[in-house]
């Protein structure tokens, strides 16, 4: 595959590869003399600027390999081969094609900000299961512990249990979180902790609710 793809480059590839420049306060007509046709005659790149290809450049790249296997990357190598047959890409068609190569400008700082793609990470057996029976106790446990432990409602308990599976099955799926949030979610409650408050919980209350002349 080309390393010549289009938005693939950005302005400091563009002059590593190419031997281009930053565009500078050049004025109009400053291409005229290569044959530029548009407005002021200054040609621009979007991560250049205005006035980056100067005629010396242009002279330089019109017919030059790296020019041309990039051409046959965006455009198809039939198209490169008629196009340099004829003595190599005009001012203005070279630069589209530095045009077709640049990266947007939101897309290089998106690259400069995360320059690699973070791989998603997959909690151990531990750290799911510390996590999927925390949140089962926060999503049923607490708010209805009174029901559990003065009324003996054993539906919270069955309630515990499926909110538990389906928050492991979640847990247990590749996580988007720093590899540093993962690892702390061991340090939470894990089962055991969470089913021995729930029954000291019940056990404290039945003793305040014992008459105690018994």
């Known amino acids: 595959m080309s390393r010549f793809a289009a938005g ?8 590593e590869e190419f031997g281009l420049q930053q565009g500078g306060d ?3 007509g400053f291409n005229a003399g290569a044959g530029a046709s548009d407005g002021n005659q200054t040609k621009s790149n979007k991560a250049l600027g205005d006035g980056y290809l100067t005629d010396k450049t242009y002279d330089k790249l019109k017919n030059d390999s790296k020019v041309k296997a990039a051409y046959a990357s965006i455009n198809g ?15 203005n068609t070279l630069d589209s094609l530095f045009d077709d190569l640049t990266k ?7 690259a400069e900000a995360t ?8 909690l151990s057996d531990r750290a799911a299961d510390a996590i999927a029976y925390t949140k089962a106790y926060e999503n049923v446990m607490l708010p209805r512990q009174g029901d559990y432990t003065i009324r003996n409602d054993q539906t919270v308990i069955t309630d515990f249990n499926d909110d538990y599976k389906l928050n492991l099955a979640r847990a247990k799926a590749p996580q988007p979180q720093e590899p540093a949030v993962l690892q702390n979610a061991e340090a939470k409650q894990n089962q055991a902790q969470v089913m021995d408050y729930a029954n000291n919980y019940k056990k404290a209350v039945g003793d305040t609710l014992r008459p105690s002349n018994r």
């Open 26 to 28: 050049v004025g109009d």
């Open 8 to 15: 693939s480059m950005t302005g400091d590839q563009l002059i």
């Open 115 to 122: 320059p690699e793609a973070k791989q998603p990470v997959v």
């Open 104 to 110: 947007a400008p939101e897309e290089q700082s998106a």
């Open 77 to 91: 190598q039939e198209a490169a081969d008629k196009k340099f047959s004829k003595g190599g890409l005009s001012i």
